[in-house]
């Protein structure tokens, strides 16, 4: 085995294409095919399923795809860790984060790219389990968490505050604040692009059982539905985007405050880069 095959075998798996592979590796879509059907001789595995959509991976494929990721890991960690010696900070760093940091991150990244410009950052936005299970898995290096997570090693990043959202005509849009029992006798809409968790445990704590009306992903279309009354919610004010027209965005009371993380698996998992990214967020 070689690392053509193994890069080919990851990039496939990321894409979903040879197609988006090659793209990916910067080569062509024969390289890409070439290296995965050496792979699969050496082996004598099929790795991977063709078919009009793309690509995917075998049972074997994904059960060896793990150790090849690993394996690459460290090979890129080597190369790192060596152009550090020599006094520059290299490679590619991998972030993931929920949709609501994705505004806090881009002034850190631009900031961090003027000072590393060897370095290739990629940005991976998911929901807060999406992002945990990257983290585990070393798929990022580093992500956004909400706090406290004692399990992790963490850095602050930001804090803000969830908020009732409400149609602009609710009887309790003129309100200074809301609490959550008030709110029980509407519709509820949950966004699961991220603060899931979060909220269902707001609700725990106060015994309120937890029932949407409607789960939507994108932040956009949650503010639409509560536009059109269609129900009401709590999200992050980081999420409000200045986007807040026919709507009432009101503090909760109590107040739920939340705090985000840049969060690693340990602080020995982190190459320079990502040690250099923690860096330029803790200035």
Same mark, same amino acid.
């Given at each position: ?5 193994? @890069?080919a075998?990851?990039?496939v798996h990321e894409?979903? /294409?040879v197609?988006?592979?090659a ?5 062509t ?5 070439h290296a995965?059907?050496?792979? %699969?001789?050496e &082996? ?7 078919d009009?959509?793309g690509?995917? &991976? ?5 059960r060896?795809?793990?150790? #090849?990721?690993e394996a690459l890991?460290?090979v890129d960690r080597?190369?790192?860790?060596a152009t550090a010696? #020599? ?7 991998? &972030?993931?984060?929920?949709?609501s940091a ?6 850190l990244?631009?900031?961090f790219g003027r @000072?590393y410009?060897a370095v290739q950052v990629?940005?991976?936005e998911?929901?807060d389990?999406?992002?945990?299970e990257?983290?585990?898995? @070393? =798929?990022v290096?580093?992500?956004v968490v909400?706090?406290p ?8 990043? #930001? ?8 149609p602009?005509?609710?009887?309790l849009?003129?309100?200074?604040? =809301?609490s959550?029992?008030?709110?029980a006798?509407d519709?509820f809409?949950l966004?699961s ?10 609700y725990?704590e106060?015994g309120?059982?937890l029932a949407?009306?409607?789960r939507?992903? %994108? ?9 059109e009354n269609?129900?009401? /919610?709590v999200?992050p /004010?980081? /999420?409000l985007n200045?986007?807040?027209e026919?709507i009432s ?6 107040a739920?405050p @939340?705090?985000?993380l840049?969060?690693a698996r340990s ?5 320079p #880069?990502?040690s250099?990214?923690?860096d330029?967020v803790?200035?």
């Amino acid at each position: 085995m070689n690392l053509p095959q193994l @890069r080919a075998l990851r990039a496939v798996h990321e894409a979903g /294409s040879v197609t988006g592979a090659a793209d990916l590796l910067t080569i062509t879509q024969s390289a890409v095919s070439h290296a995965l059907a050496s792979l %699969e001789t050496e &082996l004598g595995l099929l790795l991977v399923v063709r078919d009009r959509t793309g690509c995917c &991976l075998t049972e074997a494929g994904r059960r060896l795809l793990p150790h #090849a990721v690993e394996a690459l890991r460290h090979v890129d960690r080597l190369a790192e860790e060596a152009t550090a010696a #020599a006094g520059l900070v290299t490679g590619r760093l991998r &972030l993931g984060a929920l949709p609501s940091a994705c505004r806090i991150l881009p002034p850190l990244i631009r900031r961090f790219g003027r @000072r590393y410009p060897a370095v290739q950052v990629v940005l991976l936005e998911g929901t807060d389990d999406e992002v945990d299970e990257w983290i585990e898995r @070393r =798929v990022v290096e580093l992500g956004v968490v909400t706090g406290p997570r004692p399990d992790l090693h963490t850095v602050p990043l #930001a804090d803000d505050e969830m908020l009732a959202v409400l149609p602009a005509e609710h009887p309790l849009a003129g309100e200074l604040d =809301v609490s959550l029992p008030e709110l029980a006798d509407d519709p509820f809409l949950l966004s699961s692009g991220g603060c899931e968790p979060l909220i269902r445990r707001l609700y725990g704590e106060q015994g309120i059982p937890l029932a949407p009306a409607h789960r939507v992903r %994108e932040m956009t279309t949650l503010l639409a539905m509560i536009r059109e009354n269609l129900g009401v /919610s709590v999200i992050p /004010s980081l /999420s409000l985007n200045g986007t807040a027209e026919r709507i009432s965005a009101l503090p909760l009371r109590p107040a739920a405050p @939340r705090s985000l993380l840049l969060a690693a698996r340990s602080d020995t998992d982190l190459g320079p #880069a990502g040690s250099a990214f923690l860096d330029t967020v803790r200035v």
